[in-house]
């Protein structure tokens, strides 16, 4: 039994208490997604495969307008993407960030977490890591974000601090073994090279097989001054439920910077008993669950204050 099994006291029934499978992710689109993993856990697939697959599903989605293809572009017109992915069986991440042309990122995450020496790679080192590995090269921009970013140019408005959304996914698999995803093409019409939380290992996401994992979403800039992931998964090792371990991160946060009230920021997790939690800066965060019996949009309501 490892040093943090016993602090969290997990290990010793770790096998009888895994309950297995599920997922939880962010946003509506989130039941895309973890129903996407949800297929592949079922049938006894492991869930780093489920976190990879059911984020591909939205990259993919010309319709969402904040992840992968069709993703809102920076202030020069180029989607610029991020993602990350950390697997719990081995405690490995890798992570992009900065990337450009590439339609599925989480991807070229886990081949960075995979086949490189490396756990993070950006820009055009990302990209000709892709090339490289086979991923194509590719438009992002679509005929809708491109009218969208043509708009925001007449309009000169700035960085939109209202269109963000990434896809974060937790799971479980029936081996007991756990993994985390997100990926995002960040704030509208951001400055070319920013880069938010997603990406970034504790911030966007963590995981830990012993415990359990989180991801989050929402304005990148306050976000990955909390490594807000990382925290939720240690009050979780020190006892708390994955939703009180998120409404204690949201908290901290909020305790140390009143003023993040005004911003989203929003963060799922998800236990090795199968338990699920989510909290918000905002009223009506809505995300996804699924396990065997039932996949489902729940919301977190009133937002963090009135769940207390
Ligand atoms: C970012 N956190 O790049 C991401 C965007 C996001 O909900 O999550 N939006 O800042």
């Known amino acids: 039994m490892t040093e943090s099994q016993i602090e969290s006291g997990l290990g010793r029934d770790s096998q009888r208490i895994a309950r297995g499978p599920a997922a939880i992710a962010t946003w509506n689109f989130g039941k895309t997604a973890v129903e996407t993993s949800g297929q592949i856990l079922i049938e006894g697939g492991s869930a780093l495969d489920a976190v990879e697959k059911g984020i591909n599903v939205i990259e993919l989605d010309a319709s969402e307008c904040s992840v992968g293809y069709g993703g809102l572009p920076n202030a020069d017109g180029i989607v610029e993407v991020d993602a990350a992915i950390m697997d719990g069986k081995t405690h490995d991440a890798g992570s992009v960030a900065g990337l450009k042309h590439i339609k599925c ?11 490189s020496d490396h756990a993070m790679l950006v820009g055009d080192g990302a990209l000709a890591f892709a090339i490289t590995h086979g991923f194509q090269i590719e438009h992002l921009l679509t005929d809708e974000s491109k009218a969208k970013w043509k708009a925001w140019l007449e309009k000169s408005s700035g960085v939109d601090l209202t269109t963000h959304d990434t896809i974060g996914l937790v799971t479980l698999d029936e081996q007991g073994n756990m ?3 997100c ?7 951001k400055h070319p090279g920013r880069v938010g939380d997603s990406p970034l290992i504790g911030s966007g996401l963590y995981m830990d097989n012993d415990v359990g994992g989180a991801a989050a979403t929402g304005l990148g800039e306050e976000i990955l001054k909390f490594c807000p992931c990382f925290l939720t998964v240690e009050y979780m090792r020190n006892g708390y439920s994955p939703m009180d371990a998120c409404r204690k991160t949201i908290g901290r946060i909020l305790d140390k910077k009143p003023q993040n009230r005004k911003v989203s920021i929003a963060l ?6 199968a338990e699920f939690g989510a909290a918000s800066t905002q009223p009506n965060f809505p995300y996804a669950i699924w396990t065997p019996q039932n996949s489902e949009v729940r919301n977190t309501k009133g937002g963090n204050l009135d769940q207390k």
């Open 179 to 181: 993994a985390s995803g």
């Open 183 to 189: 990926s995002t093409s960040g704030l509208g019409y």
């Open 268 to 273: 799922v997790a998800l236990n090795r008993r």
């Open 105 to 115: 990122p989480i991807s070229v995450a886990r081949r960075v977490m995979e086949a």
